[in-house]
């Protein structure tokens, strides 16, 4: 799994993968589908929660939908 376009571009780039999924496709945002799911790094605490739930939303979506 990736959390945006860029790394799984650059994961295609460097491996021959058949499976690689964004994480961000499967997660959304008061409603919202989302085109990545941002790196919390340096980021404030309510960003990184934000991060946090938007990793368990997609989790739930792939696991338990």
């Known amino acids: 799994f990736?959390?945006?376009?860029?790394?799984?571009?650059?994961?295609?780039?460097?491996?021959?993968?058949?499976?690689?999924?964004?994480?961000a496709d499967f997660a959304d945002q008061d409603g919202n589908h989302i085109q990545e799911i941002a790196d919390p790094w340096g980021r404030t605490e309510r960003e990184v929660?934000?991060?946090?739930n938007l990793i368990a939303s997609a989790?739930?979506?792939?696991?338990?939908?």
Do not use: G, P, Q
Not at 2 to 23: C, P
Not at 49 to 52: M, R, S
């Open 2 to 23: 990736v959390f945006d376009k860029a790394n799984e571009e650059k994961i295609k780039s460097y491996y021959n993968v058949t499976r690689l999924y964004n994480l």
């Open 49 to 52: 929660e934000n991060c946090y």
């Open 59 to 65: 989790i739930e979506e792939i696991f338990i939908s």
